[in-house]
């Protein structure tokens, strides 16, 4: 898609020569193994992003993000620049951009922890349709505001005994976590559908 930019001088100055190195760039990508974007592993291929990341593009800006996230060829892992560009995809609108800056302010990489901006940009690609954004919010949401909830007391054969909920969405592997870890049963927070029986996506306490 880079290479059709500058084909057609969309948002650039029409540039065949540079056209023709991204549809290379693409090709390359396509015969690899790598799941790096566009095989992004020399200074030269970052220059190239960053000036169209610069230029509002941004998906070049998301894949630069992820490079110095993670770290590939001769470029080294940083966090700190990682953030900045996850940042400026995020700022850019990219659904996958807010998604991983939430991830990166929950887990304090390249920034310092912040939950409150965390489940902001969580949200904001949520409601653009991302869907490991909208399990990542659920499950941070009830972390950040309840981490754990007393749901119930019981008494048990003469003894009174207290349930308590860890929050967290319905989903198969969680429900296998939960269980090894000693919570088998789930309650959903809010009143479910008596027509429903997937509970998928469903967030309550197990």
């Not at 304090?108 to 869907?131: C, T, Y």
């Not at 499950?139 to 505001?145: A, D, E, R, V």
């Not at 009143?191 to 306490?205: I, L, N």
Request: glycine letters at 10%; a neutral charge; hydrophobic letters at 35%.
């Amino acid at each position: 898609w880079l290479g059709d930019y500058f084909a057609n001088g969309c948002g650039t100055s029409r540039d065949y020569t540079t056209a023709i190195y991204w549809y290379k760039k693409t090709i390359q990508a396509d015969k690899s193994d790598t799941d790096t974007p566009f095989s992004l592993k020399t200074a030269e291929d970052m220059l190239r992003y960053q000036q169209l990341a610069t230029m509002g593009f941004k998906h070049a800006a998301l894949q630069l993000g992820y490079v110095y996230s993670h770290g590939a060829g001769n470029i080294k892992t940083n966090l700190k620049e990682g953030f900045y560009w996850y940042l400026e995809a995020a700022k850019s609108g990219s659904a996958q951009g807010q998604y991983h800056l939430g991830l990166m302010y929950a887990d304090g990489q390249g920034i310092k922890a912040d939950n409150v901006q965390a489940l902001q940009w969580l949200r904001k690609s949520a409601d653009q349709g991302f869907e490991p954004a909208k399990r990542e919010w659920s499950k941070l949401h009830g972390f950040f505001n309840y981490h754990y909830l007393m749901l119930k007391t019981l008494e048990m054969n003469g003894e009174k005994r207290q349930f308590l909920g860890i929050p967290g969405i319905y989903e198969q592997p969680e429900r296998m976590m939960a269980m090894l870890f000693g919570f088998p049963e789930f309650e959903a927070a809010a009143a479910v559908s008596s027509d429903s029986k997937d509970m998928t996506g469903v967030f309550g306490y197990w």
